[in-house]
């Protein structure tokens, strides 16, 4: 199983061949975003909605085998690209590992040149909601 690090790394290499061209990069989160599976109906809640974030982003997270799986879903392309990445990147982890975690790939990649102040606040409460998530797991285990 990847650590958070390296699935990191993979995407900072993956962002690396586009060459900091923006226009690609855009299209590349808006394709990452059109291969995330479809959040199913049932879990498209008030209560799954991220606060905080300016697109309406639903996150679901279960436990499987000590694991966090998280699904997610947004109305906008590039949100649900974001998210996409976050996914990847922190699902099939264990509740310590995504409350000890150092995301870095969003500073390497240059993220903060395309997806302006809103999105980032935005991003920031994905992060902060998967971490709740991870918190609540933790605190079942531990019952």
């Not at 690396?16 to 394709?31: A, K, P, Q, R, S």
């Not at 000590?66 to 922190?90: E, H, P, Y």
């Not at 395309?114 to 991870?134: D, V």
């Amino acid at each position: 199983m990847a650590t958070i690090n390296s699935v990191q790394e993979e995407i900072i290499e993956d962002f690396g061949m586009l060459d900091g061209d923006m226009e690609m990069t855009i299209g590349y989160v808006m394709e990452l975003g059109a291969k995330l599976p479809e959040l199913p109906a049932q879990y498209q809640t008030e209560d799954n909605i991220v606060k905080g974030c300016q697109s309406k982003v639903w996150l679901h997270a279960d436990m499987l085998d000590g694991k966090v799986i998280f699904q997610a879903d947004s109305n906008t392309a590039i949100t649900k690209g974001l998210v996409s990445l976050l996914v990847r990147i922190l699902s099939n982890q264990t509740p310590d590992d995504i409350l000890n975690a150092d995301l870095f790939f969003h500073e390497k990649i240059g993220m903060n040149r395309f997806i302006g102040t809103q999105r980032s606040n935005g991003f920031a409460a994905m992060i902060k909601q998967m971490q709740i998530y991870a918190l609540a797991m933790k605190a079942k285990i531990n019952q």
